[in-house]
């Protein structure tokens, strides 16, 4: 239960979105004068901390599933639920290492020492890296080259730093990181939606529902689809 | 009979150690002697409420501090009993006078000072009284532990090995200066050592410990020249206990056979002619016949030398009697005059008054 | 708004003077003790050492969030520390704990037991014991659980990210503030950030030294 | 593949054992020293408790990774950290280090230091002097931050994540577990790996203690 | 000049206190004088390379331990020197027998065995070999150092107060023991004491340290006999230091005027008429005439009681004579019988050889 409190907007973000999420809130703030907050943590965290009180006005996630078990919960408001943005998956080679990865059947190949993916149990983007593996039918030759980052920026990182050959990251973090990359094929995991909702409890739920309906905003958008994210599905 | 002013009778279980002392003392100087182990520290720290007694009681002028039937069981803060452990256990970080303060919180500020003073000048510590207890001598400490554990004047107070820290040559005098201070304050005071010598000098009333149980406690000249069992009589120096068998019980002296040789014994009491009777000779009290002297009276022992001891200005001699040993003291002059070897016989005398009954064997 | 740095500073110092208070008190209650119930609370203390502080974290939300009595409880008499800066105290206060506990109980058993023996013959307070005779004789492990908590209380940051949350000015402490420039990629900052937490552990560790020995010295000295 | 509390126990045990050997040196190193060179290096140990581990962590994986010069080396002689238990073991032990020389260091300080002065002009070498004199009179100490080290070894998890990942069956340790569990919202499974760990834990240190007390107290009894 | 067995001549700054003393001593018991903060324990540690001089030099039998010009400064390992500290620092975990074998690890095993048991018995401590520091007493723990600084066969001995955790009726005794094993052992010994009874009582050589710097060297009695300045005097008892103004300075005897007094002082050197002089006065020789005596020839003065201090079994008297002080001590009989009363006018003598003049004022 959130007390009414004369305060900015409080977002919790999963960390995957720190550095879009800030851009956006300039954008915003310059547009409508009115200040957000983020609090980015991992989306696991961030629901545990939904359901125990945490005075946040919206959630927008990577993982649906978590939105909607909170909204199954009736701490997150169904009516407001909004897909504003989908995750592309993408392969990165460690940048020394001169590989030019062409598909992900390449991960298979000897040369190839291990592979770093976003923990499938609590990630979203692991969870799709592991997809493609398995409907990819390379499981067998990767699954003992796997690494689990903690987080899709852990993953990212591992590569980053040559630490791994391979990754299996968000084409937002490969940005981010200025490593080449290669986007996977659609049809090998399912998509990574990005969803937010409003909390139940909210005492801004006007300000709430502003924000929301500028992320669907082109300029938005636009953000976007610059660090790597695909337009949501409106 | 007059109440003592304490008594105890309690039971303590270790796990491989049984304590059980029954005692009780007036206002005197009582010494627990025992050898190391036998449970003298413990049983001192039951009696202050440091460690809590399986049941019995202990009382100090009738009221009780401990009772397990009545489920009394007082901490050592409401004991009033003083107590001054082996190594003192001064505060290092305080003076020598906080230290005797530290148990006079609850009196008023000037009459706390006034008490200090006087037992800082009663111990002669008023120079020292700034002092940190590391920077004063072991004679010193000892005095401030004593002052500070009288400071709040005790009804009983307990000293554990008070003189193991002290030079042998200010023993004396620091005996004497507490023996004054126990009739001063006239409380009872027991104070354990394992040191025969001094249990000598200083007790009044004397408690043999002996493996958790109080083996005998009497007078000191009681207990020196009458112990009760075998194991006092070893520990007041009778190194020489013999069973022997009584010939003639009905005389003012008992005749007995020890083996081979027949002793008379000084002894009141009467004896069933046939019955076995335990006697202790401490070995200073047998004396060596020049070589060729005969060997046939009564109280007269053939014995054969097997080892010299030399125990500092003595001589510890053991002899064979038969199968059976003797030890033998004498001074180094004396050994010298006797002219003694290893495997040389000579003969032994003893007489009837140093020959000890025994009237409980352990 | 609050800065990361003045947040850390307000929260560790707050934890590191509860978590000395406390751990003195549970120090004193543990040493020499060998009882069952002594050793149950001295695991239990230990605990925020061994769990990771995440989940450290995720335990403190549940007991202490809005859906549990005590959380309740706590909310209906106007404290609340789910998702504010007192949180974070909490959260920092109980990691820091078993490092103050640990030294400081390690240093009062080393003083000689005759002495506390001595002292409670002689008529005082089992707490005026241990105020006067072994706090002052241990105030060297006193100190080194001191530092050690105010460096742990300082650097905590997976429970306080937990229960407080990561919200900037409010509960945004320097090290969290760290983790969120490493999740944003900007690790220009992470790097700025990691060394202001560097530079002022290092200042405030040697003055705190230099302090505690100054003061326990002129206390304690004897010859220690 | 290794279960994640063995894992965790051959972690935190190597870890624990280099950190007290280690701790134990550097003690000795920085006891009673006052110089800038003692203070930075002073400072620098204690940084691990400062740092979030998970920061830590990152800075581990930087300068152990593949692409740095400390990390190729290792490499070239056959030493691979990233992504290996043994990189587990480096983090722990990096994390545990600060405990044992906090501990350790005060213990040792609080030693008379006219006994090392007397020590030195018999002849004895420091590292003689160290190892005789000082160590066994400071037991209590090093055996609190050996405990306190052991307890954080077995905890560690946002450093230990960074550098040897989180590859179940190689470098899963138990901590790790939970927060994968928390992270999936498997309550169920954290609960029980949390409990596991928790009395492990307690079950370990309560013997650690026993047997550390019996050891060094047979060494260095006197009248402590 | 006979090259002296050790030379000392160094300077060490600290923040407030500067120690710069030189002086050189021969295989002899030496001991450093000086009131409490004159940096003593400083000037030992410094011998024993515990602290390191700022400049200047520490040489041994011709070898230097340290030298600022030659860039030598040798580890305390190194310097073959014994130290015994102040409070002895005995390894409180290790035997009386491991304490002393400590800095024998580089002998065989027999050898130092040998060398173990021949030390302890030297200082009769074979009985408490087994035992800890903390179970034997002072004395016994002191000869415990003595032998463990002894056991390496030092070139030099160093010791700090040695007698302070002694009692004082034994300190005779160890002080017999010490001159001893100086002499047995044949090296220099450098002993520290604030005691003027001990250093009077110990002393060949006496070196008196005021300030950190060495105000005088010499045997005992000179020292005691002619201090050479207002410090040195008052630091050995001559509390009275006067300036007088020299009358006649041909003479077998100095005259000289204080005040309005006369005064013939013994005096082989000669002084220049009217030029200043500084005199020292032992307050126990002066003497008091009774009520009523005359008080005109030299060496007599007229002085008025202002204070009386007793003293153990003395009394410190303080007199004014016109405006200043004179301290003399008497016994407390002779003070009785001189029925004394703070006010009351009497006359002092002193004897011309009772005025010592101390040739370099301050
Ligand atoms: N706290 C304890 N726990 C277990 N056993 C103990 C304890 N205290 C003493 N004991 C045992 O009790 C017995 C008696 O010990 P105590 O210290 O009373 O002996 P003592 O007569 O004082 O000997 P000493 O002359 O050597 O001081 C010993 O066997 C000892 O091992
Ligand atoms: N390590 C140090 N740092 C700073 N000052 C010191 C140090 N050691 C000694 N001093 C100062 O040097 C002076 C001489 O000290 P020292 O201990 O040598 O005196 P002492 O003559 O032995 O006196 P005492 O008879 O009281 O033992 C004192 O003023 C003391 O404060
Ligand atoms: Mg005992
Ligand atoms: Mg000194």
Redesign the pocket.
Known sequence: STAPRPEPLTIAAAASLAPIFDELAEIYEDETGEAVIFSYSSTGNLAQQIRNGAPFDIFASADENRVDELIAEGLLDEGTRLAFARGVLVLVGAPELGLSLESVEDLADPIIRDVAIANPRHAPYGMAAAQTLLRAGVEVAVLPKLVYGESVRHAGLLVQTGNTDAGLIALSIAKSMDLPSLELPEELYDPIQHVAAIHSDTSQSEQAARFLEFLSSPEAQAVFERSGLVAGEG | MAAADFRASFELR????NLAPRFEIGPEMAVLF?A????????LRALAGLVRPDQGYIRLNGHALFDSEEGIDLPPQDRGVGYVPQHYALFPHQSIAKNVAFGLHDLPNAERKARVSELLARMRLEQLSDRKPGEVSGGQQQRTALARALARRPDLLLMD?PFAAVEEDLRAHLREELLRIQKDFAIPVLL?T?SRAEAYALAERLIVISEGEIVQSASRDDVFRRPRTPTVARLMGMTNILQVKVVDGSGTELLADWGAFRLAIAYSGSRAQGSTLTVGIRPEEIRIAPAGSEAQSANRLTARLAKDEPQGVDHVLQFTVDDQLLEVRVSHPAFMALDLSAGQERTLRVEPESIHVIPDPD | MVSPLVLSLRVAGLATLFAVVFGIALAALLARRRSMAANITDAAVTLPLVLPPTVLGYYLLVLLGAQSPLGAWLESIGIDLVFTWQGAVVAATIVALPLVVGSTRAAIEAVDPDLRDVARTLGRSNTAIFLIILLPLAWRGLLAGGMLAFARALGEFGATLMIAGNIPGRTQTLPIAIYDSVQAGDLASANRQALLLTVVAVVLLVGIRYLGSALAGRNARGRG
Do not use: W
Request: proline share 6%.
């Open positions: 270790l796990p491989d150690f025992g190391s182990g036998a449970g003298k520290s413990l049983t090995e354990v394992h």
